[in-house]
């Protein structure tokens, strides 16, 4: 520790403490524009001088560590001075915007010109002014305000990975663009509002529509991926005109879904009444007549119930509560790229927090797109990346990271046995074994060479594995994830303080998940096919959307063209097409609830918006319709039905009445007793497997609601069917239109190829095509028909 | 040859900057380079030569006089990390000009004083940034470095012994920031030349974050000399603190501008009248800029001042590279003031607020001031932007950039009165 | 139009060039000036084979290109005429040659004649005071120029360029 003054104050800091933190966390202020505590430190902006006694010229305090003894003063006359002429100095060129700019209120330099600026400026000359580049439709720029702060630059750089913003030319001349063809390429783009301190970068969408000093703030928990972050729902009146992150979270950004979803409250597509189809059309209605309609379609009959993960808890105790009383021998279904139901040795969820995967000695990421799936995670990936700590990859394709990962492998998902067992043959011949393990290994025939990689990176002292999609939606999952936790047991990695098993779920909520349905918990494609034979007489979906999303819109379809829907939703969507009545829920926004994100740690929800039309909590929707189909309502308050919550989740009690900073982690389950061995391998030829691709712009109701987000699902999209060249001139056939050969017949596309897809992988791209195809396992490539 | 008594030196980077075709290696040899290099690099450990370098006392010759033994001293040794050496050859202040002398007429004294340091401090990769505009300099470069590869005396196992060294020369393009050393460490990267915050401190992290050592040009080839004659030899020339002999690059108003390589402690009146050739109008000169246009103004009172770092701090400025600007009573004083803001403005990298923003701002008001449009309030406003951009930037540009504005008018402040129209009343 | 290519030569010597650092992005600046003297100026297309053959991004590239003032992204005369007019060659009779070398070619400073022959610049100290006035011409330095030394400069050039055409 080092031992300073500040103010002849006497504060102790970590050694290397830069002046301008120790006096922060003395809770001195220091002004400063260039600085931010995630970025490297660029001390070009100069506000942030102090005085050092026995120093002739005053310290930059941001990159200047402290030493012992040292005395720093950050008042004084000359300081008063310098940042006066500072402030000066920067509105030589700095347009008087302040009436029409949409960072006024909540600017640095409006700030800091009241503080410590003079009145009036001296400045007479010709000020010079910048053209602007464009950068898409998230990040409306005017560089004539710029201060030459660089922390975009650094955030392009250091952050996004992407390099898209640079500083061009010298002197006054000076100037930041971007290099973009279309829009910047980063799922992060839109912090780069957040973090220009003036009017420069500002968030497109929300452009002069109103200004900070107008909106509210409503603490929140995302729910657009597994991450949860906080968000702050920035609203005038009831209207949301932004998403910003919250500072002092756990994660320091937030990403463009979470951000951009924000257009979809106030969409065509959100379903604020209830509707009742009439003459086969959709027409408004009210709570009585859809309920009454939805009784006599769910009433005494019998109800497959497929919901999402992302309500909240309450919301979703409230689903359990309705099936015990009005459908108790119905199954629920909840994940929609789940193939085998069979228990995994380790649940969805993390083990870890995400600060501990960061923290690890050695991360696997297993079949995943992290970068679309859990954008802060990959993020903390990124930060590994930057101080040369390890990350290896192994997946059906080289996933952008926007850093490069040298560890890395390309499989195809029927690899994966041979790839676990290659890495528990390296294991065990050093020692580290598993009871189950030999069975395991002897159940495999083939031995995949990625292995290694993972074998290796078990051998650290601290090994997390990131298991992904590839793995969770393989038909031979339970097996597999059996295979990795033998593996991580050898190894010595699943001890309470250093549990790096950690699967990527579905949505949010994992935990609760287990706790309150696992009981009466199958799957998606089960239920439909139980539909389609006969054996359920009505679904009722509650804010899904199996044909959009998912493995199985093929069976949906067919379901659904033998059996009525009733959907519950906040979102309207494709899947309405085939409801006969919608009964609308509240949004995230608009309710009080709580929220489990991966690593299990709680949020509640305290100040929700009000609601827009007629939508109401999940929770009453459920109690509602309980009533109407005449049976009592187990909890008419909020503190009712969180008692019932309480009987699944006791933990989850201490969240409700604590302060907002404690952090309470709900653990994830593990099965000891799931022990699956690997089914044998059929033969593989001529058939290549199909990985359907995760678009975080178009995946989920909420997405496709939003108008921005669609624009920028377009704006990143790719061909229909990706290849790798090897597998397309394998196959004697070449990039353009060509067959796709699946159990459910010929589907023409456009293929193209790819390096970073494994061979003997037919990567689906496009949604419409992957919709149709996303449940085949494996499937031919042919020449175009 | 050079004397190896010290009270005869009358050379030591000139010494044959008039021998013709001093920069072929046949002709170099003939008179003397690279004949002491054996002995130095099968004799002489690390520990001595930098022991040497810092008793000479010699200190840095390209204008921040940080003294040279102490710089390589700094250089942390066996880190797992290679060291490098990298010579500045930018020369861009404006009044300075003698690296380019060394360089184009005897470019093998520049090599030879390069492997001698490569040797002391470690280094196997050495760079000349050398500044774009010196085609010609670099071609010589070239063509010496050439021929000291083709005579083992640059590349894999010199002369036989262990030490390997190679030597590249590099060209910047048009950047006088790129002088600053950070900058021309930035600049070698492959990057705009925008210098870098200390600490850390290039001797620990400089080049791809290794240990660098960045030496000017005179500085360089000093070091044969002193490694043959030793550092008590170079101390006893010139006089304490300031000791050795110096380039100064003499320039405006003199008879004979060019540059004089005479003893520290040489007065300014003897370097003009007796070297460069007197002045062109009058007996003594209206303002002299001493150490380059980035250093305070002198005034006739000082035309006795003895050409040292302490004396010359003494009378008010800096030695800086010793680049001489010497301007009669003809010269028009605003004029070239305006001009240098203009320089500073355009060479400022334009990372730090009050440069980048007020080298531009003083200039704008310089224009006006000539264009007799100058406002009340105009030499306030010049003054505080120049200060405050003193001492409170990454780099010393900013300083530089102040330094003729505030000279200006602290000594002739009538010739900005003269462009202020009073307002009317 | 075809984009432009480094001929194999110049590609054997940026190859052996790049050995010579740590990193490739170091031999930046002289690949750039390289790919001046072979395309004139460096465009965009030119910025991106720069690119491309480094293997770094082109932002860092322009990043490059548009700090230093030898790099240019527009083409320029035949004869790039530079006359430096820092306090050296201010002194000696800088603005007087620059003055005269415009009106003797009838352009302002930093335009060039209609023929495209010649572009007269006003520059930053050359590094020569010793020889002020300094005018480069192409690169070559002209040291103690004067009004009559540019007149014959340019009949020279003039001549020289009409006996060829």
């Known amino acids: 520790m080092t031992t300073l003054y500040i103010n002849e104050q006497e504060v102790s800091v970590p050694a290397g403490t830069s002046i301008l933190e120790a006096c922060q966390q003395q809770g001195t202020e220091v002004p400063y524009f260039c600085y931010h505590p995630e970025l490297s430190v660029a001390a070009n902006c100069r506000m942030c001088l102090v005085e050092v006694e026995g120093w002739p010229k005053p310290a930059a305090s941001c990159c200047t560590p402290v030493s012992d003894g040292m005395k720093v003063c950050t008042e004084s006359q000359t300081l008063d001075k310098d940042r006066k002429l500072m402030m000066e100095y920067l509105l030589i060129n700095h347009p008087l915007d302040c009436p029409v700019c949409d960072q006024g209120g909540d600017c640095k330099l409006q700030d800091y010109t009241v503080q410590y600026g003079a009145s009036k400026g001296r400045y007479a000359e010709d000020k010079r002014s910048v053209e602007n580049p464009k950068l898409g439709p998230f990040i409306t720029t005017c560089m004539t305000r710029c201060i030459h702060c660089t922390r975009c630059v650094r955030f392009a750089d250091e952050i996004a990975g992407t390099g898209d913003m640079g500083v061009l030319d010298r002197g006054d001349h000076m100037s930041i663009t971007g290099i973009v063809d279309e829009c910047l390429s980063s799922e992060l783009s839109g912090n780069l509002a957040d973090i220009c301190p003036v009017g420069s970068l500002l968030d497109g969408p929300s452009n002069d529509v109103s200004r900070p000093w107008e909106l509210t703030r409503h603490k929140s928990t995302c729910t657009q991926c597994p991450q949860g972050c906080d968000i702050s729902i920035e609203s005038r009146g009831d209207e949301v005109m932004r998403i910003l992150p919250i500072e002092g979270s756990p994660e320091a950004w937030i990403c463009d879904r979470g951000r951009y979803v924000y257009d979809a409250f106030r969409s065509d597509n959100r379903l604020l009444t209830p509707k009742a189809r009439v003459r086969n059309k959709l027409a408004n209605s009210d709570w009585d007549e859809v309920c009454a309609q939805a009784a006599k379609l769910l009433k005494d009959k019998r109800v497959g119930i497929i919901f999402s993960p992302d309500w909240s808890v309450e919301g979703l105790t409230a689903i359990r509560l309705l099936r015990d009383i009005a459908f108790p021998e119905a199954h629920v279904a909840f994940d929609l790229h789940r193939r085998d139901l069979r228990p995994f040795a380790f649940e969805e969820g993390f083990g870890q927090t995400t600060q501990q995967i960061e923290d690890a000695a050695e991360v696997v990421v297993l079949g995943s797109d992290l970068r679309q799936r859990l954008p802060l995670v990959k993020q903390r990936l990124r930060r590994r990346l930057r101080q040369d700590k390890p990350v290896t990859r192994i997946g059906a394709m080289n996933y952008r990271v926007n850093s490069a990962i040298e560890k890395d492998a390309l499989i195809r998902p029927s690899d994966w046995p041979a790839v676990i067992a290659r890495a528990m043959d390296q294991v065990s011949e050093l020692g580290k074994l598993a009871s189950g393990m030999k069975e395991w290994q002897a159940a495999v025939k083939g031995r995949h060479e990625a292995g290694k990689l993972l074998a290796d990176a078990l051998m650290a002292d601290s090994c997390s594995l990131l298991v992904g999609e590839e793995i969770r939606g393989h038909s031979d999952a339970a097996a597999l994830i059996h295979g990795l936790d033998l593996l991580m047991r050898a190894c010595g990695h699943t001890e309470a303080e250093n549990d790096g098993r950690n699967l990527i779920p579905e949505g949010m909520n994992a935990q609760a998940l287990s706790a309150i349905f696992g009981d009466i918990r199958t799957g998606v494609g089960e239920l439909f096919e139980a539909a389609e034979k006969g054996d359920i007489d009505a679904i009722l979906l509650i804010g899904s959307d199996p044909v959009g999303d998912g493995l199985f819109p093929m069976q949906a379809k067919k379901a659904l063209e033998n059996v009525p829907l009733v959907q519950i939703g906040a979102i309207q969507g494709e899947i309405s097409e085939l409801a006969q009545v919608l009964l609308p829920a509240a949004a995230y926004s608009e309710v009080e609830g709580s929220f489990i994100n991966v690593e299990g740690r709680v949020r509640v929800a305290t100040s929700p918006l009000k609601s827009l039309g007629l939508e109401r909590p999940l929770w009453k929707v459920m109690m509602r319709l309980a009533c109407c189909l005449g049976h009592d309502v187990p909890a008419v308050q909020l503190q009712e039905l969180r008692e019932h919550v309480s009987k699944f989740l006791p933990d989850l009690a201490k969240a409700w009445d604590a302060d907002e900073d404690d952090a309470f982690m709900i653990s994830t389950g593990r099965n000891a007793e799931a022990a699956c061995l690997p089914a044998k391998a059929a033969a593989n030829g001529g058939v290549l497997d199909v990985v359907s691709r995760y678009s975080m712009y178009r995946e989920g109701m909420w997405a496709r609601a939003s108008g921005l987000l669609s624009e920028a699902g377009k704006r990143h999209a790719l061909a229909d069917v990706i290849v790798h060249p090897d597998t397309l001139s394998g196959l004697g056939l070449s990039e353009g239109k060509n067959a796709l050969k699946t159990s459910q017949g010929d589907f023409s596309c456009h293929v193209s190829t790819r390096e970073d897809v494994s061979p003997g992988v037919v990567f689906v791209a496009k949604r419409g095509l992957a919709g149709d195809v996303s449940n085949e396992v494996s499937v031919q490539l042919g020449g175009s028909t | ?425 | 139009m075809s984009a432009p290519q480094f001929s194999k030569a110049r590609l054997t010597e940026i190859e052996a060039l790049v050995k010579r650092y740590p990193h490739a992005q170091s031999a930046l600046l002289p690949v750039l000036h390289l790919a001046q003297e072979d395309f004139g100026h460096l465009s965009m297309e030119v910025q991106q084979l720069v690119a491309d053959t480094l293997g770094v991004r082109l932002m860092a590239v322009r990043e490059v290109v548009t700090f230093y003032t030898m790099f240019r992204e527009q083409p320029c005369g035949k004869y790039l005429m530079e006359v430096c007019t820092n306090p050296g060659c201010m002194l000696n009779g800088a603005n007087e040659v620059l003055r005269h070398t415009c009106d003797k070619l009838g352009v302002k400073v930093g335009g060039t004649t209609p023929d495209g022959l010649f572009t007269v610049a006003e520059v930053e100290c050359a590094g020569a005071c010793g020889g002020a006035p300094v005018v480069q011409i192409n690169g070559v330095y002209h040291e103690k120029v004067d009004a009559a030394h540019m007149d014959k400069v340019i009949e020279d050039t003039r001549s020289g360029e009409g006996a060829g055409a």
């Open chain 2, 1 to 425: 040859m050079i004397p190896s008594d010290p009270s005869k030196v009358t050379a030591i980077c000139f010494d044959n900057v008039d021998v013709p075709n001093m920069r072929k290696l046949e002709v170099a040899r003939e008179q003397g380079a690279y004949a002491f290099l054996p002995t130095v690099l099968k004799e002489f450990t690390s520990e001595k030569i930098i022991d040497e370098v810092k008793t000479s006392n010699i200190r840095g010759r390209g204008g921040a006089g940080f003294p040279t033994g102490l710089k390589w001293s700094f250089v942390p040794r066996n880190t797992g990390k290679p060291t490098y050496l990298l010579c500045n050859a930018d020369e861009g202040e404006p009044g300075t000009f003698k690296d380019r002398d060394i360089m184009r007429f005897d470019p093998h004294l520049l090599v030879e004083g390069m492997i001698m340091a490569g040797f002391a401090l470690d280094v196997h990769d050495a760079y000349i940034y050398i500044r774009g505009e010196f085609v010609h300099e670099a071609n010589v470069l070239n063509e010496a470095i050439a021929e000291a590869y083709a005579a083992n005396l640059l590349g894999d196992n010199i002369l036989g012994t262990d030490f390997s060294m190679d030597l590249t020369v590099h060209r910047g393009a048009g950047a006088y920031v790129c002088g600053e050393e950070t900058a021309l460490i930035e600049s070698l990267e492959g990057k705009a030349g925008r210098p870098r915050f200390k600490p850390p401190f290039p001797a620990v992290e400089g080049f791809y974050g290794c240990p660098t050592v960045v030496n000017n040009v005179e500085t360089l080839s000093t070091i044969p000399a002193i490694l043959e004659f030793g550092g008590k030899w170079h101390a006893s020339i010139g006089v304490p603190n300031s000791t050795g002999m110096k380039l100064f690059s003499v320039s405006g108003h003199v008879n004979k501008p060019g540059n004089y390589e005479v003893p520290m402690g040489t007065t300014l009146r003897t370097l003009i009248e007796k070297h460069a050739g007197g002045l062109q109008h009058g007996t003594v000169p209206k303002v002299v800029i001493p150490g380059g246009s980035s250093t305070p103004w002198l005034l006739a009172e000082h035309y006795d001042v003895p050409m040292t770092y302490d004396d010359i701090m003494e009378a008010g400025s800096f030695l800086g590279s010793g680049a001489v600007i010497v301007m009669d009573e003809t010269a028009d004083l605003l004029a070239l003031t305006a001009r240098l803001a203009h320089f500073y403005t355009h060479e400022s990298c334009g990372q730090c607020t009050p440069c980048r923003e007020g080298t531009g701002w003083m200039e704008r008001i310089l224009k006006r001031i000539q264009n007799g449009q100058g406002q009340p309030g105009d030499i306030e406003v010049l003054k505080d932007a120049a200060y405050h951009m003193s001492g409170r930037t990454i780099c010393a540009l900013a300083e530089g950039a102040g330094a003729p504005v505030l000279s200006l008018i602290k000594h002739f402040p009538e010739l900005l009165e003269a462009g202020i129209v009073e307002k009317a009343a």
